[in-house]
């Protein structure tokens, strides 16, 4: 029943634990047409595999798995290799780890001390697991004695400090016990370093209880809401001495002998490209802000630096000259801002589309309008 609810089209990674999988039973044919099973070898008897991770055909068509190599058979970790990224991004192979914390009564930690329970990595990682702890921050109405919080805090102080952000929802239940005695409770942690909590979009437990008591955990991932564009070249800082003789040394590519219409627009296309590519090469790359703003201008800057000049002046020498000139450089400034908005927004409007009306809608009157999607949009006049 529980895997019946993943054949979907839509590409997911299913990690499975040791409760899950001595209690449930095995998939069937169907399911292991559409998945890939990664475990971790096989410990000498009398010890066991205590994780699985299987990942859908879906995800295999346009990325690679592999499995990394622990010493542990309770931890289990897939890297996924992007070739474009993960989400457009720069990193090229996160990683899905599952672990599972044994109990132990020779100490008060578990079955993996919390400073080699935790690793630091410059590249998304995501880390699945049953760690059999009971924090207040995944559940705060729980009363835990002396003995639980001296066990799960230093894990926890350990995770923020790599740093890992807890994913779970406060007070979300993942072991329903069938016992009425014992009280529901969070043992399973889902942790999601710096680089990949910007793509988590929403974590939850909407589908139903398996034959055991813990209850599947759905984390899904998105693009992040604002996308850098790609870097673009800092002409202002092209070496015009390089780039000089690299043009200067530039030839074309030999046309060809019996020109076709399709072959001469190939010559003149690759030929053209290279002019381009050739000042690429010598001249900075730049990435643009994520607070950029569409409207801005190289007058805007000057204008603004000008400004905070003679601001600066005026508090360190408040003579009316000075003042004046504050005065005058910001009605300037302001005017310029304001007269860029105007621009931008006329071209914006000349260029709509029946598409983007309620976008110039939620520009014109805010986010937060309280008018429906059937109000009267905003007032816009033919040119």
């Known amino acids: 029943m529980l895997f019946s609810h993943f054949l979907t089209a839509l590409p997911c990674c299913l990690t499975l634990l040791c409760l899950l ?14 998945f890939q099973d990664f475990c971790p070898s096989c410990p000498p008897p009398p010890s066991r595999p205590w994780v699985a991770i299987y990942v859908s055909q879906t995800w ?16 289990l970790s897939v890297d996924v290799f992007s070739p474009e990224g993960l989400f457009g991004s720069p990193h090229r192979s996160p990683r899905v780890t599952s672990r599972y914390l044994l109990h132990t009564n020779s100490s008060p930690y578990r079955s993996i001390l919390p400073e080699c329970f935790f690793s630091f990595l410059s590249y998304p990682h995501l880390l699945l697991g049953d760690f059999n702890l009971h924090n207040p921050l995944a559940d705060p109405c729980r009363s835990l004695s002396e003995r639980e919080f001296i066990i799960s805090a230093p894990y926890l102080d350990v995770a923020f400090d790599v740093p890992f952000h807890l994913l779970n ?15 529901p409770c969070v043992l399973d942690l889902d942790l999601a370093n710096t680089a ?9 437990t909407p589908l139903p209880s398996t034959s055991s008591d813990n209850v599947p955990c759905v984390i899904r991932q998105k693009p992040p809401a604002i996308m850098l564009p790609p870097p673009t ?3 202002a800082l092209l070496d015009l001495d390089a780039g000089g003789e690299a043009l200067n040394a530039f030839t074309t590519l ?13 010559w003149f296309d690759i030929s053209s490209a290279r002019i381009p590519s050739l000042l690429t090469s010598h001249a900075r790359s730049k990435s643009p802000c994520p607070r950029s703003i569409p409207w801005w ?31 005058s450089t910001r009605r300037t400034y302001l005017k310029a801002i304001a007269s860029a908005k105007k621009e931008h927004w006329s071209d914006f409007l000349s260029s709509a589309t029946p598409h983007s009306l309620w976008t110039a809608k939620r520009f ?12 009267q949009g905003p007032p816009i006049r033919p040119r």
Not at 60 to 75: A, K
Not at 169 to 183: A, N, S
Not at 364 to 375: I, L
Request: aromatic letters at 8%.
């Open 21 to 34: 999988l001595f209690k449930i039973p095995p998939p069937d044919r169907r399911f292991s047409q559409h």
């Open 60 to 75: 295999n068509q346009h990325l690679s798995c592999s499995t990394v190599v622990h010493d542990s058979s309770e931890r």
């Open 169 to 183: 929802t406060p007070r979300v239940y993942t072991r329903l016990p069938f016992d009425t005695i014992l009280r």
């Open 196 to 204: 990949l909590s910007p793509l988590v979009s929403s974590w939850d």
């Open 233 to 235: 070249p800092h002409w």
């Open 254 to 266: 030999p046309c060809p002998a019996r020109p076709t219409p399709n072959a001469l627009s190939r």
């Open 297 to 327: 201008s190289p007058r805007l800057s000057s204008l603004r630096r000008e400004y905070h000049k003679f601001s600066r002046i005026s508090c360190l020498d408040p003579s009316p000259l000075n003042w004046g000139n504050v005065k």
């Open 364 to 375: 014109a009157f805010g986010a937060h309008h309280k008018g429906s999607r059937t109000c």
